[in-house]
Structures are given as structure tokens and as C-alpha cells.
């Protein structure tokens, strides 16, 4: 019993020690700058925006095809607007977005400024460095050429 108690004691205090996500995700893949070894794309959006809405099959397309199962690789969609993570995952569900979304709790942080028009892309280099922004509608094309880039 008493080793029952040490384990769950060990387990409980080595949770509270691990760092908070920089990111969480819809997913559950949460993203820490400090322990980033894959490239992350980062696609600001709105539901008001209709370039935004109109470059969601391209930012599928390019998550089924080069994101899914590359652990190199991560797409993440971010809210524009102030959205709770429940508004965030019924936005998903109703504009069929597949890949990951940023939830709102815990806070995200990003490692650039908020762009003040949309839609805006970054992309995260496991090295810290970031493209970005690329402003406008992005496809599956730019998208690829945009993650190849090593400056």
C-alpha cells in the first residue's frame, strides 16, 4: 500500500513539474518551442474571412497528404477571433477542418507577433527561425515550397 501511495505521490509531483504546453492543440498535440524537433505551419483564420474559408480544402489537402504522418511536419489552424475551446472545436466540425487547431485554454504563445490581416501563414523552423507572415490564400503548392525552404 504504501508503495501504491509513493508511485501515485511520484507520478502527481512529476506533473506538476512538466512545463505548460506553448500550445494545445484540438488534437492533443501540444507544441513546447524549447522541445520543437518538426517544422510547424501556423494558419491564422477567421469564419468572417472568405479567403480564409476558400483556402480550407488546400490547408486539408496539404495536412492529409504531407502532415498526417509525417512527425517532421505539423499543421496548426489559429483562430483570429476570441473563441473558447468549445466554439473552437464546433468551428472545426462546421467548416470540416481536419487538421489541429490552437485551443484558447491554456493560452497559446507564439513565436511572432498576431498579424493584423488574414489570412496570415507562418512557418516554424525546428532551428527557432520563423517564415512568415505569408499573407493571403496559401496552396498546397506554396505550402509545400514554404516548408522546403532552409532560409
Not at 15 to 23: E, H, K, N, T, V
Not at 68 to 89: C, H, T
Request: a negative charge.
Amino acid at each position: 500500500m504504501k508503495h501504491r501511495y509513493l508511485s501515485w505521490l511520484a507520478v502527481l509531483l512529476l506533473g506538476a513539474c512538466s512545463p505548460q504546453p506553448d500550445i494545445a492543440t484540438t488534437a492533443d498535440d501540444n507544441v513546447s518551442w524549447q522541445q520543437q524537433d518538426a517544422t510547424v505551419v501556423i494558419n491564422y483564420f477567421a469564419e468572417w474571412c472568405a479567403p480564409c474559408l476558400r483556402e480550407l480544402p488546400e490547408l486539408n489537402e496539404f495536412y492529409h497528404q504531407d502532415v498526417a504522418n509525417n512527425p517532421e511536419l505539423k499543421l496548426i489552424g489559429v483562430s483570429f477571433d476570441p473563441l473558447d475551446n468549445e466554439q473552437i472545436r464546433a468551428l472545426a466540425q462546421r467548416h470540416g477542418i481536419d487538421y489541429p487547431l490552437a485551443l484558447a485554454q491554456p493560452p497559446a504563445n507564439y513565436p511572432f507577433e498576431r498579424p493584423k490581416m488574414l489570412p496570415a501563414t507562418y512557418v516554424v523552423f525546428p532551428d527557432g527561425r520563423v517564415k512568415g507572415p505569408m499573407m493571403g490564400e496559401q496552396t498546397l503548392t506554396s505550402l509545400r515550397a514554404a516548408v522546403s525552404e532552409s532560409h
